[in-house]
């Protein structure tokens, strides 16, 4: 199985923007910390960061004739961009949210998820192992749609 991730805008800066916050990984540490987890399953990865908000839908709508699961960190995005929603929604892959920090527990802005009432759940606060928390989700899912 192919599987879509997706990162939005400043994740590329994992490592030096606030480690405190979003820890010392980059995000080519992380990106291969999934496909080596991934790897036990027999998944197949795909990866993509942008800082663009058209970009991430053009993705999301390509990702829709070939991913079953998309695993999304839609950063900023994720408080604002009903683009992105909508985008989400428009595709019948399944999306599963995911930050490396707890959202719930920052800035008032940032508690709310435009995109979390159309993605199947949202994993927040466990850094990167949030990303391999989906990974492991899907796996599951699979196993008990084939019981």
């Known amino acids: 199985m192919k599987i879509l991730v997706i990162n939005g805008p400043n994740l590329n800066m994992l490592g030096k923007r606030d480690p405190l916050v979003y820890g010392k990984m980059s995000l080519g540490d992380i990106t291969d910390k999934i496909s080596e987890h991934g790897k036990t399953f027999g998944f197949d990865f795909e990866f993509f960061q942008s800082n663009h908000e058209g970009e991430i839908i053009d993705k999301i709508h390509e990702s829709g004739s070939w991913a079953e699961y998309v695993i999304i960190n839609p950063g900023a995005f994720t408080h604002y961009s009903i683009a992105i929603r909508d985008a989400i929604e428009s595709?019948?892959?399944?999306?599963?949210?995911?930050?490396?920090?707890n959202i719930h527990a920052r800035e008032e802005f940032r508690k709310k998820s435009v995109v979390a009432p159309v993605c199947r759940g949202q994993i927040t606060g466990f850094g990167y192992q949030?990303?391999?928390?989906?990974?492991?989700?899907?796996?599951?899912?699979k196993q008990n749609e084939q019981k």
Do not use: N, T, W
Not at 91 to 101: A, G, N, T
Not at 130 to 141: K, N, P, Q, T
């Open 130 to 141: 949030g990303y391999l928390m989906a990974v492991d989700f899907i796996f599951r899912e």
């Open 91 to 101: 595709v019948p892959s399944k999306f599963i949210e995911v930050h490396l920090s």
